[in-house]
Protein backbone atom coordinates (compact mmCIF):
# COMPACT_ATOMS: atom_id res chain seq x y z
CA UNK A 1 0.00 0.00 0.00
CA UNK A 2 1.77 3.25 -0.94
CA UNK A 3 -1.21 5.83 -0.17
CA UNK A 4 -4.31 5.92 1.94
CA UNK A 5 -7.73 6.17 0.16
CA UNK A 6 -9.94 7.13 2.18
CA UNK A 7 -14.21 6.23 3.09
CA UNK A 8 -16.06 8.00 5.29
CA UNK A 9 -18.94 6.60 6.83
CA UNK A 10 -21.14 9.29 8.28
CA UNK A 11 -19.98 12.61 6.44
CA UNK A 12 -21.92 14.93 8.94
CA UNK A 13 -21.24 17.94 10.84
CA UNK A 14 -17.63 16.76 12.57
CA UNK A 15 -16.23 15.67 9.30
CA UNK A 16 -16.89 19.75 7.53
CA UNK A 17 -13.76 21.34 9.38
CA UNK A 18 -12.47 18.93 12.13
CA UNK A 19 -11.82 16.36 10.24
CA UNK A 20 -12.85 15.98 6.44
CA UNK A 21 -10.56 18.09 4.89
CA UNK A 22 -7.23 17.28 6.80
CA UNK A 23 -7.93 13.84 4.58
CA UNK A 24 -6.47 15.65 1.41
CA UNK A 25 -4.12 17.48 3.39
CA UNK A 26 -2.02 14.87 4.66
CA UNK A 27 0.77 13.46 3.28
CA UNK A 28 0.05 9.86 0.81
CA UNK A 29 -3.90 10.33 2.16
CA UNK A 30 -6.75 11.53 0.18
CA UNK A 31 -10.51 11.33 0.26
CA UNK A 32 -11.61 8.95 -2.38
CA UNK A 33 -15.79 8.63 -1.31
CA UNK A 34 -18.22 9.53 1.59
CA UNK A 35 -21.65 7.84 3.10
CA UNK A 36 -24.54 9.26 4.49
CA UNK A 37 -27.79 7.67 4.32
CA UNK A 38 -29.57 10.79 3.39
CA UNK A 39 -27.84 10.61 -0.70
CA UNK A 40 -28.96 14.08 -1.22
CA UNK A 41 -26.87 15.00 1.82
CA UNK A 42 -23.70 12.54 1.08
CA UNK A 43 -23.93 13.93 -2.76
CA UNK A 44 -23.62 17.68 -1.23
CA UNK A 45 -20.93 16.88 1.27
CA UNK A 46 -19.25 14.78 -2.14
CA UNK A 47 -19.51 18.29 -4.30
CA UNK A 48 -19.06 20.77 -1.81
CA UNK A 49 -15.31 19.00 -0.75
CA UNK A 50 -14.26 17.35 -4.23
CA UNK A 51 -14.82 13.79 -3.20
CA UNK A 52 -15.13 11.71 -6.39
CA UNK A 53 -17.66 9.67 -4.96
CA UNK A 54 -20.99 9.28 -2.63
CA UNK A 55 -22.99 6.86 -1.62
CA UNK A 56 -26.13 6.26 0.88
CA UNK A 57 -25.68 2.47 1.50
CA UNK A 58 -21.76 1.44 3.68
CA UNK A 59 -22.24 -1.17 1.84
CA UNK A 60 -21.16 -0.13 -1.02
CA UNK A 61 -18.62 2.21 0.23
CA UNK A 62 -16.76 -0.67 1.51
CA UNK A 63 -17.08 -2.92 -1.73
CA UNK A 64 -15.26 0.29 -3.43
CA UNK A 65 -11.96 -0.99 -4.46
CA UNK A 66 -10.80 2.49 -4.52
CA UNK A 67 -11.05 2.75 -0.99
CA UNK A 68 -8.65 0.80 1.02
CA UNK A 69 -9.39 2.53 4.81
CA UNK A 70 -12.22 3.63 6.41
CA UNK A 71 -13.39 6.93 8.54
CA UNK A 72 -16.36 6.07 10.25
CA UNK A 73 -18.12 9.49 11.96
CA UNK A 74 -21.45 8.51 13.01
CA UNK A 75 -23.36 8.48 16.16
CA UNK A 76 -21.25 6.20 18.52
CA UNK A 77 -24.67 3.87 18.16
CA UNK A 78 -23.44 2.64 14.76
CA UNK A 79 -19.58 2.35 15.70
CA UNK A 80 -19.62 -1.58 16.37
CA UNK A 81 -21.38 -2.33 13.46
CA UNK A 82 -19.50 -0.62 10.82
CA UNK A 83 -16.40 -1.29 12.13
CA UNK A 84 -17.22 -4.74 11.77
CA UNK A 85 -17.99 -4.69 8.29
CA UNK A 86 -15.05 -2.48 7.48
CA UNK A 87 -12.90 -5.24 9.58
CA UNK A 88 -14.70 -8.35 7.19
CA UNK A 89 -13.95 -5.85 4.04
CA UNK A 90 -10.34 -5.87 4.85
CA UNK A 91 -10.10 -2.42 5.82
CA UNK A 92 -7.91 -0.38 8.43
CA UNK A 93 -10.79 1.69 10.42
CA UNK A 94 -10.29 5.28 12.06
CA UNK A 95 -13.54 5.57 14.41
CA UNK A 96 -14.89 8.46 16.20
CA UNK A 97 -14.67 8.69 19.96
CA UNK A 98 -16.50 7.12 22.19
CA UNK A 99 -15.48 4.01 20.69
CA UNK A 100 -18.62 2.37 21.09
CA UNK A 101 -21.86 2.98 23.08
CA UNK A 102 -19.96 1.02 25.88
CA UNK A 103 -16.93 -0.49 27.11
CA UNK A 104 -18.56 -4.36 26.19
CA UNK A 105 -18.99 -3.14 22.44
CA UNK A 106 -15.14 -1.35 22.01
CA UNK A 107 -13.70 -4.37 23.29
CA UNK A 108 -15.20 -6.27 20.30
CA UNK A 109 -14.41 -4.84 18.20
CA UNK A 110 -10.62 -4.20 19.37
CA UNK A 111 -10.85 -8.25 19.41
CA UNK A 112 -12.17 -8.18 15.76
CA UNK A 113 -9.34 -6.20 14.97
CA UNK A 114 -6.68 -8.60 16.32
CA UNK A 115 -8.36 -11.16 14.22
CA UNK A 116 -8.71 -9.75 11.28
CA UNK A 117 -4.43 -8.64 11.72
CA UNK A 118 -5.99 -4.97 11.02
CA UNK A 119 -5.56 -1.40 12.43
CA UNK A 120 -7.87 0.23 14.46
CA UNK A 121 -7.59 3.35 15.72
CA UNK A 122 -9.79 5.70 17.66
CA UNK A 123 -9.81 9.80 16.89
CA UNK A 124 -8.47 10.37 20.43
CA UNK A 125 -6.75 13.37 18.57
CA UNK A 126 -6.18 15.61 20.62
CA UNK A 127 -3.40 13.33 22.60
CA UNK A 128 -1.53 14.16 18.65
CA UNK A 129 -2.03 17.77 18.85
CA UNK A 130 1.32 20.29 20.14
CA UNK A 131 -0.17 21.13 23.32
CA UNK A 132 -1.04 18.11 24.44
CA UNK A 133 2.08 16.43 23.01
CA UNK A 134 4.14 19.54 25.08
CA UNK A 135 1.90 18.78 28.28
CA UNK A 136 3.56 15.41 28.10
CA UNK A 137 7.08 16.16 27.66
CA UNK A 138 6.83 18.81 30.35
CA UNK A 139 5.37 15.83 32.59
CA UNK A 140 7.71 13.09 31.27
CA UNK A 141 10.86 16.06 31.93
CA UNK A 142 9.89 16.45 35.71
CA UNK A 143 8.56 19.93 35.05
CA UNK A 144 6.00 19.84 38.07
CA UNK A 145 8.23 16.94 39.93
CA UNK A 146 6.12 13.89 40.76
CA UNK A 147 2.42 14.53 39.72
CA UNK A 148 0.01 13.97 42.98
CA UNK A 149 -3.38 15.28 42.02
CA UNK A 150 -5.35 16.08 38.64
CA UNK A 151 -8.30 18.61 38.52
CA UNK A 152 -10.62 18.29 35.66
CA UNK A 153 -13.94 20.50 35.28
CA UNK A 154 -16.14 20.71 32.64
CA UNK A 155 -18.67 23.07 33.07
CA UNK A 156 -21.12 24.38 29.97
CA UNK A 157 -24.38 26.81 30.16
CA UNK A 158 -27.17 25.45 28.23
CA UNK A 159 -26.50 25.20 24.55
CA UNK A 160 -22.87 26.34 24.89
CA UNK A 161 -21.95 26.41 22.10
CA UNK A 162 -19.12 23.23 22.55
CA UNK A 163 -21.58 20.62 20.05
CA UNK A 164 -23.37 21.82 16.63
CA UNK A 165 -26.89 22.73 17.21
CA UNK A 166 -27.99 20.11 14.54
CA UNK A 167 -26.05 17.17 16.16
CA UNK A 168 -27.17 18.02 19.32
CA UNK A 169 -30.30 15.63 19.56
CA UNK A 170 -28.81 12.66 18.74
CA UNK A 171 -25.94 13.57 21.25
CA UNK A 172 -28.34 13.80 23.73
CA UNK A 173 -30.22 10.60 23.38
CA UNK A 174 -27.86 7.48 25.26
CA UNK A 175 -29.16 5.10 22.69
CA UNK A 176 -27.22 7.06 20.09
CA UNK A 177 -24.16 8.48 22.20
CA UNK A 178 -24.15 5.66 24.90
CA UNK A 179 -24.95 8.74 27.86
CA UNK A 180 -25.90 12.57 26.87
CA UNK A 181 -22.71 15.40 26.93
CA UNK A 182 -20.63 13.44 29.60
CA UNK A 183 -20.37 10.98 27.22
CA UNK A 184 -19.11 13.10 23.86
CA UNK A 185 -17.23 15.46 25.32
CA UNK A 186 -15.53 13.88 28.17
CA UNK A 187 -13.69 11.30 26.50
CA UNK A 188 -10.87 13.64 25.33
CA UNK A 189 -10.02 14.64 28.35
CA UNK A 190 -9.82 11.29 30.12
CA UNK A 191 -8.14 9.91 26.86
CA UNK A 192 -5.68 12.51 27.65
CA UNK A 193 -5.15 11.21 31.29
CA UNK A 194 -4.76 7.87 29.93
CA UNK A 195 -1.90 9.26 27.21
CA UNK A 196 -0.15 10.84 29.90
CA UNK A 197 -0.48 8.63 33.25
CA UNK A 198 -1.78 5.11 31.54
CA UNK A 199 -5.40 3.03 33.01
CA UNK A 200 -6.57 4.53 36.39
CA UNK A 201 -6.62 1.39 38.96
CA UNK A 202 -9.67 2.38 40.31
CA UNK A 203 -12.87 4.76 39.90
CA UNK A 204 -16.11 6.00 41.25
CA UNK A 205 -18.57 8.42 40.76
CA UNK A 206 -22.25 9.67 40.07
CA UNK A 207 -23.74 10.71 37.11
CA UNK A 208 -27.64 12.96 37.72
CA UNK A 209 -29.89 15.13 35.76
CA UNK A 210 -29.28 18.57 37.48
CA UNK A 211 -30.67 21.11 35.34
CA UNK A 212 -33.35 19.75 33.60
CA UNK A 213 -32.67 20.99 30.27
CA UNK A 214 -32.06 17.57 28.75
CA UNK A 215 -33.74 13.97 29.04
CA UNK A 216 -30.28 12.51 29.63
CA UNK A 217 -28.04 13.05 32.29
CA UNK A 218 -26.22 16.37 32.56
CA UNK A 219 -23.88 16.50 35.65
CA UNK A 220 -21.07 13.75 36.44
CA UNK A 221 -18.42 13.76 39.14
CA UNK A 222 -16.18 11.66 40.24
CA UNK A 223 -12.58 10.49 41.28
CA UNK A 224 -10.09 8.19 40.02
CA UNK A 225 -6.44 6.79 41.03
CA UNK A 226 -4.11 6.43 38.24
CA UNK A 227 -0.45 4.34 39.15
CA UNK A 228 1.78 6.14 41.67
CA UNK A 229 -1.14 7.16 43.66
CA UNK A 230 -2.15 9.81 41.41
CA UNK A 231 -5.69 11.36 42.34
CA UNK A 232 -8.03 12.63 39.64
CA UNK A 233 -10.93 14.89 40.65
CA UNK A 234 -13.24 15.79 37.78
CA UNK A 235 -16.54 17.21 37.13
CA UNK A 236 -18.63 17.55 34.40
CA UNK A 237 -21.59 20.54 34.27
CA UNK A 238 -24.15 20.59 31.18
CA UNK A 239 -26.24 23.60 32.73
CA UNK A 240 -23.95 25.09 34.62
CA UNK A 241 -24.45 29.02 34.93
CA UNK A 242 -20.68 29.48 34.87
CA UNK A 243 -18.34 28.34 32.00
CA UNK A 244 -15.06 26.21 32.49
CA UNK A 245 -12.80 24.37 30.87
CA UNK A 246 -9.94 23.20 33.21
CA UNK A 247 -7.23 20.81 33.54
CA UNK A 248 -4.61 21.15 36.46
CA UNK A 249 -1.87 18.83 36.88
CA UNK A 250 -0.10 19.52 40.72
CA UNK A 251 2.77 17.94 41.57
CA UNK A 252 5.88 18.23 44.58
CA UNK A 253 6.70 21.33 42.73
CA UNK A 254 4.36 23.73 41.30
CA UNK A 255 1.23 23.18 38.79
CA UNK A 256 0.52 22.76 34.78
CA UNK A 257 -2.71 23.95 33.66
CA UNK A 258 -4.85 24.70 30.40
CA UNK A 259 -8.15 24.17 29.05
CA UNK A 260 -9.30 21.50 27.09
CA UNK A 261 -11.52 22.70 24.44
CA UNK A 262 -10.81 26.51 24.50
CA UNK A 263 -7.81 28.39 23.00
CA UNK A 264 -5.62 29.22 26.51
CA UNK A 265 -2.25 29.41 27.09
CA UNK A 266 -0.25 26.21 29.18
CA UNK A 267 1.10 27.36 32.09
CA UNK A 268 4.09 26.04 34.50
CA UNK A 269 3.54 27.66 37.63
CA UNK A 270 5.12 27.90 41.32
CA UNK A 271 2.39 27.23 44.23
CA UNK A 272 3.07 31.05 44.88
CA UNK A 273 0.93 31.55 41.89
CA UNK A 274 4.17 32.92 39.78
CA UNK A 275 3.98 32.13 36.18
CA UNK A 276 7.67 29.98 35.77
CA UNK A 277 6.63 29.48 31.80
CA UNK A 278 3.76 29.93 29.38
CA UNK A 279 3.26 28.18 25.90
CA UNK A 280 0.91 29.29 23.13
CA UNK A 281 -0.39 27.74 20.35
CA UNK A 282 -2.16 29.01 17.43
CA UNK A 283 -5.35 27.31 16.57
CA UNK A 284 -5.58 24.51 13.60
CA UNK A 285 -7.41 24.47 11.18
CA UNK A 286 -8.46 21.18 11.02
CA UNK A 287 -8.50 19.91 14.45
CA UNK A 288 -8.06 16.32 13.89
CA UNK A 289 -5.09 16.84 11.10
CA UNK A 290 -2.48 15.65 13.31
CA UNK A 291 -3.68 12.45 14.55
CA UNK A 292 -5.15 11.75 10.69
CA UNK A 293 -1.53 11.68 9.76
CA UNK A 294 -0.49 9.86 12.45
CA UNK A 295 -2.96 6.89 11.61
CA UNK A 296 -2.03 7.42 7.65
CA UNK A 297 1.70 6.99 8.58
CA UNK A 298 0.46 4.16 10.92
CA UNK A 299 -1.50 2.41 7.90
CA UNK A 300 1.51 2.93 6.09
CA UNK A 301 4.09 0.96 8.28
CA UNK A 302 5.63 3.92 8.82
CA UNK A 303 4.64 3.91 12.58
CA UNK A 304 3.21 2.55 15.91
CA UNK A 305 -0.52 2.97 16.37
CA UNK A 306 -1.14 6.68 17.65
CA UNK A 307 -4.46 5.87 19.39
CA UNK A 308 -4.90 1.69 19.58
CA UNK A 309 -8.35 0.15 20.23
CA UNK A 310 -7.49 -1.23 23.62
CA UNK A 311 -6.79 2.82 24.80
CA UNK A 312 -10.56 3.37 23.28
CA UNK A 313 -12.48 0.35 25.30
CA UNK A 314 -9.64 1.59 28.77
CA UNK A 315 -12.07 5.45 28.19
CA UNK A 316 -14.89 4.04 27.79
CA UNK A 317 -14.22 1.70 31.28
CA UNK A 318 -13.23 4.71 33.15
CA UNK A 319 -16.28 6.46 31.92
CA UNK A 320 -18.70 3.57 32.56
CA UNK A 321 -16.97 4.23 36.43
CA UNK A 322 -16.84 8.08 36.72
CA UNK A 323 -20.85 7.26 36.01
CA UNK A 324 -21.34 5.07 37.73
CA UNK A 325 -22.15 2.01 36.02
CA UNK A 326 -19.32 -0.10 36.82
CA UNK A 327 -16.49 0.02 38.78
CA UNK A 328 -13.36 0.96 36.03
Known sequence: MNDISWGIIGCGDVTEVKSGPAFGKVPGSRL?????????????YAARHGVPRWYDRAEDLLADPAVNAVYIATPPRYHEAYTLQALAAGKPVYVEKPMALDAAAAARMADA??????????????RAQPLFRKVKELLDAGAIGSVRHLRLELWEPHEGGLVARTELPW????????????????PHALD???????????????????????????????????????????????????????????????????????AQPLLLERFDGTVSARFDFPPLAHVQEPMIAAVTGHFLGRGPNPAPAEDGVAVLQLMEGLTGKRKA
Open 32 to 44: AAVMRRNGAKAAD
Open 171 to 186: RLDPAESGGGLFYDLA
Open 192 to 262: LLHYFFGAPEAAAGLSWNSYGHYAADDTTAGTARYPGGILLEGSWRFGAAEKRDRLVFTGDNGRLSCAVFA
Open 113 to 126: ARAAGLPLCVAHYR
